[in-house]
């Protein structure tokens, strides 16, 4: 499995300790940024992260800011991309057994890094499960479609 990991300076001590935890498991990733905690823009990371998954480079995608909320709205907006903020295990598993989540988002200053930790294990272990959440996410895609 490869993943894509990008966080702003709001995000950056939680990422930093995701990635620990993403070596730990063997898993292989890029780290698409920030490599400081000096101020910069969400956009700059999210979008780059976001669109290495939608290319299919990654499997996944874990972004992180300051609530979570900034790197979501960027992530929707690429094409393909099912980005899901999580503060919460079931809400984790529930965005990749129903939704099929592709991007799961954070909030570095919302939640602790051993919350943080079991979100993405869950997140990374749950599949998802088709069958009609299948159809519903064919009607994202079919509106994403007509409306670019
Ligand atoms: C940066 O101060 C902060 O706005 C950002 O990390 C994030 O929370 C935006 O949604």
């Known amino acids: 499995m490869k993943i894509a990991i990008a966080s702003d300076h709001g995000g950056f001590e939680l990422k ?3 990635i620990k935890l993403l070596e730990s498991k063997k ?3 890029t ?3 920030t490599f400081s905690a000096e101020s910069v823009d969400y956009p700059d990371v999210a979008i780059p992260c976001a669109e290495a998954v939608a290319r299919g480079q990654f499997d996944k995608g874990i972004i992180i800011c ?3 909320i900034g790197v ?6 690429v094409k393909g991309i ?3 903020l999580c503060h919460d295990t079931f809400s984790a598993r529930m965005s990749r057994m129903h939704n099929d989540a592709n991007v799961l988002t954070m909030g570095g200053r919302v939640i602790g890094p051993g919350l943080a930790a079991d979100i993405v294990e869950e997140w990374l272990d749950a599949g998802f499960e088709g069958g009609r959440h299948q159809r519903r996410i064919e009607k994202i895609g079919e509106y994403e479609n007509k409306a670019q």
């Open 66 to 68: 300051g609530t979570g």
């Open 27 to 29: 898993i292989d990733y």
């Open 31 to 33: 780290d698409f940024g």
């Open 82 to 84: 099912r980005a899901a």
């Open 16 to 18: 930093k300790e995701i």
């Open 72 to 77: 979501c709205i960027c992530a929707n907006k």
